[in-house]
């Protein structure tokens, strides 16, 4: 069990889980900590949707992360529709 910023995480696996849509209206900090890992135990997962605007990364959501977080770790997965924003703050512009 992990504990991230005041929720219980189980990592019980979620073998009967075909399809799984995730909309999220708001800046969310937590996709490396809570979304990745909660995907992960997604194994069997044929269709995905995810509609995230994730704030204050450093690095951008891009084809690569997607490849390598989520869909290398769902073979079944025949469908993934996604929309993801990503917020990075730049800094030190001189």
Do not use: A, Q
């Not at 992990?2 to 696996?13: A, K, P, Q, S, W």
């Amino acid at each position: 069990m992990l504990t991230v910023l005041g929720f219980v995480i189980l990592h019980e696996n979620l073998p009967n889980l075909k399809c799984f849509s995730l909309y999220c209206d708001t800046d969310t900090v937590v996709y490396d900590e809570l979304i990745v890992p909660l995907l992960h135990r997604m194994l069997d997962l044929e269709k995905l949707h995810l509609y995230l605007i994730i704030g204050y990364k450093n690095t951008f959501i891009d084809g690569n992360n997607l490849k390598r977080n989520i869909i290398n770790h769902m073979p079944p997965l025949n469908i993934f529709t996604f929309n993801i924003r990503t917020t990075v703050h730049l800094h030190n512009l001189n």
